[in-house]
């Protein structure tokens, strides 16, 4: 039986223009995108900070010196809203199902994100609580089975209790290896149909 069910963030709550956030960085700090790519995700920088190596603090710092820009918060926050696009379909079905099972979010992301996740995304407070998550936390990225773990453990909930939800198939399989049960995300009502198999839905449920 699924006591939760851990949502993905990115292409599953949310749409993510990656070109739109690197546009907006461009802009600011007068480089070409082409060097945003390089020095943000060619890098490693990013991965960095999803895995926890930096705190929000240096995160910030050491993205505006990639960058050759001294980024302030307001603005990295900017330019990261700039590429989020809410789902509501999705939103409203793990809404749906909150009375059913316990509903969290664990996306690869920094802890910066994290502070800033409302100013973001205020769509997830309400409907997820303090149950939103990123990898940095954990000092683990996704596909890698211990930032499920973990992030489990901080939930006080049961690996074979819980149904995972990602986009990426690699997610999943690592979500699986850790003993979760996975559903990869394709679109909405996909996702209302493997919500209607483990019960967490009535059969007749539609997506309004």
């Known amino acids: 039986m699924i006591t939760l069910v851990l949502f993905d963030m990115n292409e599953v709550l949310c749409r993510y223009d990656k070109a739109a956030r690197?546009?907006?960085?461009?802009?600011?700090?007068?480089?070409s995108p082409e060097a945003i790519e390089a020095a943000i995700w060619g890098s490693g920088f990013e991965d960095r900070g999803d895995a926890g190596e930096l705190d929000a603090e240096?995160?910030?710092?050491?993205?505006?010196?990639?960058?050759?820009?001294?980024?302030?918060r307001a603005e990295w926050t900017a330019a990261q809203r700039a590429a989020m696009t809410p789902m509501p379909e999705t939103l409203d079905l793990a809404a749906r199902i909150a009375?059913?099972?316990r509903v969290a979010v664990l996306t690869n992301n920094s802890l910066l994100m994290l502070q800033?996740?409302?100013?973001?995304?205020?769509?997830?407070?309400p409907i997820f609580g303090d149950a939103i998550h990123v990898s940095a936390e954990f000092r683990a990225r996704k596909p890698d089975p211990e930032a499920y773990r973990r992030c489990l453990d901080r939930l006080g909930a049961a690996a074979a209790a819980t149904l995972f939800v990602d986009?990426?198939?690699?997610?999943?399989?690592?979500?699986?290896r850790?003993?979760?049960?996975?559903?990869?995300?394709?679109?909405?009502?996909?996702?209302a149909a493997a919500l209607q198999r483990h019960g967490l839905l009535p059969p007749a449920a539609r997506l309004v």
């Open 99 to 101: 009375g059913a099972a």
């Open 22 to 31: 690197i546009a907006a960085l461009a802009r600011l700090s007068g480089r």
């Open 58 to 72: 240096a995160y910030l710092r050491g993205f505006g010196e990639c960058i050759g820009h001294p980024l302030s």
């Open 116 to 125: 800033q996740i409302d100013a973001l995304f205020p769509e997830l407070r």
């Open 178 to 191: 850790a003993g979760l049960a996975g559903h990869r995300f394709v679109d909405a009502a996909g996702l």
């Open 167 to 176: 986009d990426g198939a690699g997610n999943v399989a690592g979500a699986e």
